[in-house]
């Protein structure tokens, strides 16, 4: 048992020292040295868990990516009702919501990933993820849902993912990101609003005359 948990520590110390080397240096510029010193570790450890620097980005992406699949597959469901609900109601989607919780509680290894010092790739196999589920749930409804303006499917999707991955990225690389609960109605807010209407100039004074 002793040893589980010493284990255990380790690799979340070796985690952790990536996580911040990654703000630091960027995540080209690591060595395993750096991520040693940093996490007060031998070589020999860090080797006994990972083979190098790749596996031990690998090993935490697969982590994140597969814990993001499955807590967005326990909502497919509801994501499924969202599509046929009108959205002036504002209804949040799930699967966004999931995205949400998702990402901050592991929001320091996420930001970090999806920063300009990060991961290129990351934002894309999350989109991956997301993409996956929301044509699953379109296949199911295909005899029961349109897009408006006769706009190809495809693009429909792309535009609606790109739209709330790119707030995503945004609030999860903020200092301190607001919770989950609040963003999503942002957002929410923000997906009922036609983009050139979210800015409004206000009356100054000659407009009140």
Do not use: C
Not at 43 to 59: M, S
Not at 94 to 106: A, C, D, G, R
Not at 127 to 145: G, H, R, W, Y
Request: zero cysteines.
């Amino acid at each position: 048992m002793e040893n589980k948990v010493r284990k255990t520590n380790t690799v979340a110390d070796i985690k952790k020292a990536f996580v911040t080397l990654i703000s630091k240096k960027g995540i080209r510029e690591i060595n395993v040295t750096d991520i040693t010193r940093a996490a007060g570790i031998g070589r020999g450890t860090f080797y006994t868990h990972f083979t190098d620097i790749n596996d031990l980005l690998e090993t935490i992406e697969s982590e994140l990516l597969d814990q993001l699949s499955t807590d967005i597959n326990a909502v497919i469901p509801d994501a499924m009702d969202w599509l046929m609900v009108d959205k002036g109601e504002g209804v949040p989607a799930p699967f966004i919501l999931e995205t949400l919780n998702n990402f901050y509680q592991n929001r320091e290894m996420i930001a970090a990933l999806l920063s300009a010092h990060g991961d290129p790739y990351f934002l894309g196999k999350v989109k991956q993820i997301i993409f996956a589920d929301l044509n699953e749930t379109l296949k199911k409804l295909d005899n029961d849902i349109s897009v408006n303006d006769n706009i190809p499917m495809d693009y429909a999707r792309e535009f609606v993912i790109d739209e709330v991955m790119s707030i995503i990225v945004y609030w999860i690389s903020k200092p301190e990101p607001e919770k989950p609960a609040e963003v999503v109605q942002t957002i929410t807010k923000l997906q009922r609003t036609a983009p050139i209407n979210i800015f409004t100039k206000q009356k100054g004074e000659s407009d009140r005359e």
